[in-house]
Nanobody
Framework: QVQLVESGGGLVQTGDSLKLSCAVS????????MAWFRRAPGKEREFVAG????????YYADSVKGRFIISRDNANNTVNLQMNSLQPEDTAVYYC???????????????????WGQGTQVTVSS
């Protein structure tokens, strides 16, 4: 059974940094797309960042580009999200997601992902 477990959320101040981690178990990790999504209070879930396959090509939402960095460790089945220059609008529950091949269509679409973690809260105070 595939499981995704996030960790690293917390309460920080504007401008601070935070690193989220997601540990994947139950299947081979390298031939997947791994992504982070978030859901702020009263808003729809939105794509944050993604990492594709063993070569770890990355892509980001415009709102986090230049501030967030997604990385993956295929040997240890872990994907991380380094979040820098955090702003109050980054406050949300952050979810790790895994997509199995084939990889047609948009990988920013949450509906294309097969497995999800339980989420970790990130709160940025002003």
């Amino acid at each position: 059974q595939v499981q995704l477990v996030e960790s690293g959320g917390g309460l920080v101040q504007t401008g601070d940094s935070l690193k989220l981690s997601c540990a994947v178990s139950g299947r081979t990790f390298s031939n997947t797309i791994m992504a982070w999504f978030r859901r702020a209070p009263g808003k729809e879930r939105e794509f944050v960042a993604g990492s594709v396959g063993k070569f770890a090509n990355t892509y980001y939402a415009d709102s986090v580009k230049g501030r967030f960095i997604i990385s993956r460790d295929n040997a240890n089945n872990t994907v991380n999200l380094q979040m820098n220059s955090l702003q109050p609008e980054d406050t949300a529950v952050y979810y790790c997601a895994l997509r199995l091949p084939p990889f047609g269509g948009s990988s920013s679409d949450a509906n294309s992902y097969d497995y999800w973690g339980q989420g970790t809260q990130v709160t940025v105070s002003s």
